[in-house]
């Protein structure tokens, strides 16, 4: 009898592991290995961070050295902090406590995360569409010049982008499924994506009120809000601690992290919208230096209150020009070539490729070949079976393009939805692989 009951699982074991070895294992080695050698010749194995990637840096050797997750100012004692989202730092600290203090040791887990975007973008595609949008949609990404570009930085988008594609899974999974564990299990990855980063905290809003019509039509309105609130409630569970320890060093609620106040003033103030250059994007150097003039004596909380006023502030002096700001902004969040200066030294002094860059720039092809091809995607799929389903790419996208408006553009606030235009991508050329084989549409999926 237990013979019986194993023999229909051989041919399903026998295709994970055909899977696993042909498709999977491969997918994840190119991807890890084109972001290494990028590491390698850009940073190189000695390499420093600076800007952000020096104050993740910090903390996490901070935690390492068992000083906590803090900040020190030069030649001052460390103290608590919240203005770095915990999660990176975390997971770096983990490995510098078997490494060292090795730089390049964090880029090499930055290419890992980067690595695994790939597969977690195929698992989400396969999904809300079906397994072989998933393979092309995750080679794609595996090559993104963008991607491979920025997995060689120690940044909180790296981290944020699988954490990110991680809960939209997890999601798609509760969608199609509508039980309510997993409900829990998305509150849950939408947790650990807004630990990563804080842009992530308001999006499982947007995916309680796509699931309302994604979900089983079988669910009563009881049952749905019972599920919603059981994401919710994983989203909290997961928040909790260090909402908690923040409540307990700072005084203060603060569900992520302090800098939402001093970003939303970096792209909404007089100095950077009297810059034509800077206008729409990010401030510079010299803005830095000004504020910290201006907010001098101040903790993190107050300085991070008082740049949201005066950001606010500014906003509202010139409600004649939001029209013009969004305009400014987006054409930055949308720009199909690579930042101009400005945003410091992302190859190492004597590195081959701080010529080549200048003349050789990948963004502008792969974006003329990608984006027409998202948008064909996004019009196949809107007019595709179980089309609200499938649109919480779309959705993500959309609140991705409005949170550019709100802050400002640039290639690091795109890149969290990179993978999904990727995906939209792979919808046509698998659609038109069909067409010139002569084979039938794929069905949508099922819920279950």
Same mark, same amino acid.
């Given at each position: 009898?237990?013979?019986?009951?194993?023999?229909?699982?051989?041919?399903?074991?026998? %295709?994970?592991?055909?899977?696993?070895?042909? !498709?999977?294992?491969?997918?994840?080695?190119?991807?890890?290995?084109?972001?290494?050698?990028?590491? !390698?010749?850009?940073?190189?194995?000695?390499?420093?961070?600076?800007?952000?990637?020096?104050?993740?840096?910090?903390?996490?050797?901070?935690?390492?050295?068992?000083?906590?997750?803090?900040?020190?100012?030069?030649?001052?004692?460390?103290?608590?902090?919240?203005?770095?989202?915990?999660?990176?730092?975390? /997971?770096?600290?983990?490995?510098?406590?078997?490494?060292?203090?090795?730089?390049?040791?964090?880029?090499?887990?930055?290419?890992?995360?980067?690595?695994?975007?790939?597969?977690?973008?195929? @698992?989400?595609?396969?999904?809300?569409?079906?397994?072989?949008?998933? !393979?092309?949609?995750?080679?794609?990404?595996?090559? %993104?010049?963008?991607?491979?570009?920025?997995?060689?930085?120690?940044?909180?988008?790296?981290?944020?982008?699988?954490?990110?594609?991680?809960?939209?899974?997890?999601?798609?999974?509760?969608?199609?499924?509508?039980?309510?564990?997993?409900?829990?299990?998305?509150?849950?990855?939408?947790?650990?994506?807004?630990?990563?980063?804080?842009?992530?905290?308001?999006?499982?809003?947007?995916?309680?009120?796509?699931?309302?019509?994604?979900?089983?039509?079988?669910?009563?309105?009881? =049952?749905?809000?019972?599920?919603?609130?059981?994401?919710?409630?994983?989203? @909290?569970?997961?928040?909790?601690?260090?909402?908690?320890?923040?409540?307990?060093?700072?005084?203060?609620?603060?569900?992520?992290?302090?800098?939402?106040?001093?970003?939303?003033?970096?792209?909404?103030?007089?100095?950077?919208?009297?810059?034509?250059? *800077? *206008?729409?994007?990010?401030?510079? *150097?010299?803005?830095?230096?000004?504020?910290?003039?201006?907010?001098?004596?101040?903790?993190?909380?107050?300085?991070?209150?008082?740049?949201?006023?005066?950001?606010?502030?500014?906003?509202?002096?010139?409600?004649?020009?939001?029209?013009?700001?969004?305009?400014?902004?987006?054409?930055?969040?949308?720009? /199909?070539?690579?930042?101009?200066?400005?945003?410091?030294?992302?190859?190492?002094?004597?590195?081959?490729?701080?010529?080549?860059?200048?003349?050789?720039?990948?963004?502008?092809?792969?974006?003329?070949?990608?984006?027409?091809?998202?948008?064909?995607?996004?019009?196949?799929?809107?007019?595709?079976?179980? =089309?609200?389903?499938?649109?919480?790419?779309?959705?993500?996208?959309?609140?991705?393009?409005?949170?550019?408006?709100?802050?400002?553009?640039?290639?690091?606030?795109?890149?969290? /939805?990179?993978?999904?235009?990727?995906?939209?991508?792979?919808?046509?050329?698998?659609?038109?692989?069909?067409?010139?084989?002569?084979?039938?549409?794929?069905?949508?999926?099922?819920?279950?």
């Amino acid at each position: 009898m237990m013979a019986q009951a194993a023999e229909p699982l051989a041919p399903r074991a026998r %295709h994970g592991a055909t899977a696993l070895w042909r !498709i999977w294992l491969p997918l994840f080695v190119v991807g890890l290995a084109l972001r290494v050698a990028y590491a !390698i010749v850009a940073v190189g194995v000695h390499g420093r961070p600076f800007s952000d990637p020096a104050e993740y840096d910090a903390v996490a050797w901070n935690l390492t050295r068992g000083l906590g997750f803090s900040l020190a100012p030069p030649g001052g004692s460390p103290y608590p902090t919240a203005v770095t989202p915990p999660l990176l730092p975390a /997971i770096v600290s983990l490995l510098y406590a078997v490494a060292g203090h090795r730089y390049f040791a964090a880029l090499l887990l930055q290419c890992v995360l980067g690595a695994c975007v790939p597969l977690l973008l195929a @698992a989400l595609a396969a999904s809300l569409l079906d397994r072989r949008v998933g !393979i092309v949609s995750g080679w794609l990404c595996a090559v %993104h010049p963008l991607l491979v570009f920025f997995s060689a930085y120690l940044l909180t988008e790296n981290l944020l982008l699988p954490a990110t594609l991680l809960a939209l899974w997890l999601s798609a999974l509760w969608a199609r499924r509508g039980r309510g564990g997993w409900a829990f299990g998305a509150g849950v990855g939408w947790g650990l994506a807004s630990l990563a980063r804080p842009t992530a905290l308001p999006l499982p809003l947007v995916v309680v009120g796509w699931a309302w019509g994604a979900l089983p039509p079988r669910l009563t309105p009881r =049952r749905r809000l019972g599920q919603a609130a059981l994401l919710l409630l994983g989203l @909290a569970i997961t928040l909790a601690p260090w909402t908690v320890r923040n409540a307990r060093l700072l005084h203060a609620f603060v569900p992520v992290a302090t800098r939402g106040g001093g970003a939303l003033w970096v792209g909404n103030n007089p100095q950077v919208w009297a810059d034509l250059l *800077r *206008r729409g994007g990010g401030a510079e *150097r010299s803005f830095y230096d000004y504020a910290e003039e201006q907010f001098r004596g101040l903790d993190e909380i107050q300085r991070d209150a008082l740049a949201r006023r005066r950001a606010l502030q500014f906003l509202l002096e010139h409600r004649a020009l939001w029209p013009e700001m969004a305009a400014v902004k987006l054409r930055r969040f949308w720009r /199909i070539s690579a930042e101009g200066g400005g945003t410091g030294t992302w190859q190492r002094p004597g590195s081959p490729l701080a010529g080549v860059l200048r003349r050789v720039d990948p963004l502008p092809v792969w974006s003329l070949l990608v984006f027409p091809l998202a948008l064909a995607g996004g019009v196949l799929l809107l007019a595709a079976p179980r =089309r609200w389903l499938r649109s919480l790419v779309l959705w993500v996208i959309l609140y991705f393009n409005l949170l550019a408006v709100a802050f400002w553009g640039s290639l690091r606030m795109r890149l969290p /939805i990179e993978p999904l235009l990727v995906l939209l991508a792979a919808v046509p050329l698998v659609a038109v692989w069909d067409r010139v084989r002569g084979r039938p549409p794929r069905p949508a999926p099922e819920s279950e």
